[in-house]
């Protein structure tokens, strides 16, 4: 089986409080791409877990993919299934598109399937929540209106624009922004229509550039061709457009420095359009 991994977009992002976990209260629109990695899965049946090709500074223990998988483990219709999976890494790491996240639902919607696991999609979200908050609305699969720390899903309807996607030549700790003592962490709590009406902004703007001169520099470049933003904690900013030819005509234009890529907005995760074709196909 052979699925692609969305990127997703935070339209906005507010931090609407803190909890005593240390975790964060907030809300956010998910906007899902086309912009994907691909992950093939084959059966085998010494009952193991492989990734390849290996990712240097990322021991396989700690990958998502990984992790995904053994979480499945327990609910195989036959123990002695394993997987190999071969990665092929499109989205970048530490960007704030849910790379990893999307890895992890991939593999977790895969593996129900093939693993023959017989669970509900709410069941594997909630385990997918384990992972990282970011997992859920991929294993759900539609663009989302989201509170909680993420995982309290609104399925909706959005335009669908290009984006031209940015990546600065940086790692953004995401432990370091929410831990800044000068983050935003009370913006007052919206309904899904204004957000979905009027937006919002992301409250992790200032906390990032502040500790990334390289987003900043290229968030004041972006901001000069539009309305700027950032996704997650970054450090990849994004800008939409009404068609490809325009966010084309920008990616070329934007500094060598800088990775950049256009896609295209989906309320549907093309994970699930491209596994329900291959069950179709396989019920043949």
């Not at 193991?48 to 219709?77: C, G, Q, W």
């Not at 995401?174 to 919002?200: E, M, N, V, W, Y």
Request: charged share 15%; net charge negative.
């Amino acid at each position: 089986m052979k699925l692609p991994s969305p990127a997703k977009l935070n339209l906005f992002l507010h931090i609407t409080g803190q909890r005593s976990d240390g975790y964060h209260d907030l809300q956010t629109l998910f906007q899902l791409t086309d912009f994907c990695d691909t992950l093939t899965f084959d059966i085998n049946e010494q009952g193991s877990v492989s990734i390849s090709p290996d990712i240097p500074t990322l021991p396989t223990s700690d990958n998502l993919i990984f992790k995904a998988a053994e979480l499945l483990k327990p609910y195989r219709k036959y123990a002695y299934h394993g997987v190999d999976i071969v990665l092929e890494k499109q989205l970048p790491m530490g960007g704030g598109i849910g790379g990893g996240s999307s890895n992890a639902a991939t593999t977790l919607l895969a593996l129900n399937t093939l693993w023959q696991c017989g669970l509900s999609l709410q069941t594997l979200a909630n385990l997918g929540l384990q992972l990282g908050a970011d997992v859920p609305v991929f294993v759900m699969g539609t663009s989302a209106f989201a509170q909680g720390v993420g995982e309290q899903l609104q399925p909706v309807e959005l335009e669908t624009p290009y984006f031209l996607i940015i990546k600065p030549d940086c790692h953004v700790s995401t432990g370091q922004i929410f831990t800044d003592k000068h983050l935003t962490r009370d913006t007052p709590p919206i309904k899904i229509s204004h957000a979905l009406t009027l937006g919002g902004r992301n409250d992790c703007l200032n906390v990032v550039i502040k500790h990334n001169p390289e987003v900043n520099d290229a968030y004041l470049w972006l901001k000069n061709h539009g309305d700027a933003k950032l996704t997650g904690t970054g450090a990849c900013l994004f800008l939409s457009f009404n068609n490809q030819q325009d966010a084309e005509r920008l990616r070329a234009s934007t500094p060598e420095k800088w990775q950049a890529w256009v896609c295209q907005g989906c309320n549907l995760s093309p994970t699930h359009t491209a596994l329900n074709q291959w069950i179709e196909k396989n019920k043949a």
